[in-house]
């Protein structure tokens, strides 16, 4: 038969009825609500945390039957039922002051007319309140609050303060229902993507255990490769016979395009699952998670900031930085993190610091095919067929071919968008020329605190040296003083040192110096 893969299946029950593949956390659920109350737990978008709510929802409908197999069904005895009150903000447009509270009411009103109302109740947390307690006493059981994308009103309203503000404030007085009603709830779990900490929602919920970079529950969402060999192994032989790959390449191109997250700073590595079965059921690998959102926000915040984003590849952060966005305005580091575009790569435990860096090619290939159009004088179609170009003059030695290309794409580019010139030619160096390594062979390397280029391929070296309102043969001269080629004396490549002098008046490259060396 023909696997069935769960994509875009947000039901357990759907899940389950229906035959489709389950990797099962079962044991991490059982757990988790066997060992605590109140939760916290944020992955990116399309990890999973639908299905898990759902999951969890239909435990605590005591619906056994939908976990046979699973290894839930061996470690709980009593299969009991409780009255569940499950919020969603995903398909939800918050765009007006009114917006939030009309859907808290419409989520209220729908409650009320099976667990009743009082007069007294006129402001939303108070009627929260009020239904959570008659929840619990109607039903001769504690109440289950389940709240899907808890921060969905707050992201949409980044760039709008006035309005994310009216959001917080509503959402943390209807949050402290949570607190005010403890006796009456039995389980309570918040998911989304981001946390808003300090003087956000979370100020006076500090009941709320946050176990997004807990190490018990790190694959609680996500794949891991363990997972992938137990419940996928004749996916992996049939992906090879489609793609013409052998079995071992196969695994390691999957390796490489979706595996890589790493929540916590012991954690193994995780697959980004929405890719993963895309990718199984198309029989063919693709940039799935990525082409599901498009990070505007996160571009806007990155130009806003002036950030350097050669920093991308080994940013150094705390924990504190990590657990929340509201440094937000002075990093775009934090929401890169919790948005999935960046991840732990590395943990210094002296100094208690995260390395972060892209989990995998399909989000950093992804990230800066989206960057190029928006920071080079560039429409989007074009980025592909320039970046091709750009290879071809790379890989056959064509190196003032390469200048001249490069400086079409600073052309044109309005003088409004560029406060930090000298940031704004780096950045267009970093974008296109990591590009340009995921399709050659091209080795490169940047200096601090100057613009300086090295790509090396099987053929040829171009070492450059970049000036702003300087001279570009004393750009060469500066290769050749400080002997920047005598690494590659011996090898057989012939050696392009080339000086090129960026003009602050004309905002492009005026001039350049191209010296050919034999190694």
Not at 332 to 356: A, C, D, H, M, W
Not at 393 to 412: K, P, V
Not at 456 to 473: H, I, P, Q, R, S
């Amino acid at each position: 038969m023909n696997r069935k893969y769960p994509i875009g299946i947000q039901s357990f029950e759907s899940l389950r009825k229906g035959g489709y593949l389950y990797i099962d956390k079962t044991n991490l659920i059982y757990q988790l609500v066997t060992t605590g109350k109140y939760y916290f737990f944020s992955r990116p978008r399309r990890f999973g945390k639908s299905l898990l709510l759902s999951t969890i929802e239909a435990y605590y409908q005591g619906k056994k039957e939908l976990f046979q197999g699973l290894a839930i069904e061996r470690l709980e005895q009593e299969w009991m039922s409780y009255p569940i009150l499950h919020i969603d903000f995903n398909a939800q447009r918050y765009d007006t002051p009114e917006s939030l509270d009309n859907i808290l009411n419409d989520i209220l009103t729908k409650w009320e007319k099976v667990y009743g109302a009082e007069a007294s109740e006129v402001s939303l947390s108070l009627r929260f309140q009020g239904i959570i307690q008659r929840a619990a006493e109607k039903c001769g059981r504690s109440v289950v609050i389940l709240v899907d994308e808890y921060d969905k009103p707050i992201l949409q309203t980044i760039g709008n303060p006035s309005l994310q503000q009216t959001y917080r404030d509503t959402l943390k007085a209807f949050y402290g229902a949570l607190k005010s009603k403890d006796l009456f709830i039995q389980f309570a779990i918040l998911t989304g993507v981001t946390k808003f900490s300090k003087i956000s929602i979370f100020s006076d919920l500090n009941n709320l255990m946050d176990i997004s970079m807990d190490n018990r529950y790190a694959n609680l969402c996500g794949i891991t490769e363990k997972e992938i060999h137990t419940y996928m192994e004749e996916d992996l032989v049939k992906l090879s016979t489609s793609t013409n790959m052998e079995y071992p390449q196969v695994c390691k191109q999957l390796e490489e395009w979706y595996d890589g997250y790493h929540f916590t700073e012991h954690g193994e590595g995780l697959y980004n699952p929405f890719s993963l079965l895309n990718t199984l059921a198309q029989l063919k690998f693709g940039s799935y998670w990525f082409e599901t959102g498009t990070p505007t926000f996160l571009l806007r915040i990155l130009q806003q900031n002036g950030y350097e984003l050669r920093r991308l590849s080994k940013e150094v952060v705390t924990s504190d930085i990590l657990n929340g966005i509201d440094v937000m305005e002075n990093s775009p580091v934090p929401i890169l993190y919790q948005s999935g575009y960046l991840t732990v790569k590395e943990y210094n435990s002296r100094f208690k610091v995260y390395i972060l860096g892209f989990p995998n090619r399909e989000v950093e290939e992804g990230f800066f095919n989206y960057l190029l159009p928006h920071y080079a004088c560039l429409q989007p179609a074009e980025s592909a067929f320039q970046i091709m170009r750009f290879v071809e003059d790379i890989e056959n030695g064509h190196a003032d071919s390469l200048i001249r290309r490069l400086q079409s794409f600073f052309a044109d580019i309005p003088y409004e968008l560029i406060r930090n010139l000298e940031l704004h030619y780096q950045n267009v160096l970093y974008i296109l020329f990591k590009l340009i390594g995921f399709y050659t062979q091209a080795e490169y390397h940047t200096s601090e605190g100057r613009i300086d280029l090295l790509l090396e391929t099987d053929k040829y070296v171009y070492v450059m040296e970049f000036k702003l309102d300087g001279n570009a043969e004393k750009a060469v001269g500066q290769i050749e003083n400080k002997h920047y080629t005598w690494p590659f004396k011996g090898k057989g490549k012939k050696i392009y040192k080339i000086g090129i002098n960026f003009s602050n008046k004309s905002r492009n490259i005026e001039d350049w110096v191209i010296s050919e060396e034999e190694a």
